[in-house]
């Protein structure tokens, strides 16, 4: 292979290591747990509030708009993290039977 002969026994050791992670990794096929669904709604709409209300400060600051800027983009956000979190919830993940695992 090389001529560093712990060059080589790295190269082995990473793919073992690249075996044993494939072996135990997540499928992601799993239903996402209660608590996991209301934290993503969670995230989703304090990330779109808080989206519109940076990019209102900004608006403001850079047009010298205030406060239209802000209480525009805060109603955007708002609607947009309502919109993300709708999606959220109505969102389907099935599962094939043959790879669930009961």
């Keep these: 292979m090389s001529d560093d002969p712990t060059l080589d026994i790295l190269k082995k050791q990473i793919q073992e290591a690249k075996k044993t992670s494939r072996s135990g990794a997540f499928k992601g096929k799993m239903p996402q747990s209660f608590g996991g669904k209301f ?8 990330a779109g509030v808080l989206v519109g209300v940076g990019l209102g400060l900004i608006v403001d600051w850079v047009c010298g708009t205030s406060p239209w800027g802000l209480v525009s983009l805060f ?8 919109l ?4 959220t919830l109505t969102r389907k993940n099935p ?4 790879d669930r695992h009961v």
């Excluded at 109603?75 to 309502?82: N, Q, Y």
């Excluded at 599962?95 to 043959?98: G, L, R």
């Design 95 to 98: 599962i094939d039977k043959k």
């Design 84 to 87: 993300n979190v709708y999606r």
């Design 39 to 46: 934290f993503n709604v969670g995230v989703e709409l304090v």
């Design 75 to 82: 109603i955007f956000g708002s609607i947009a993290g309502m």
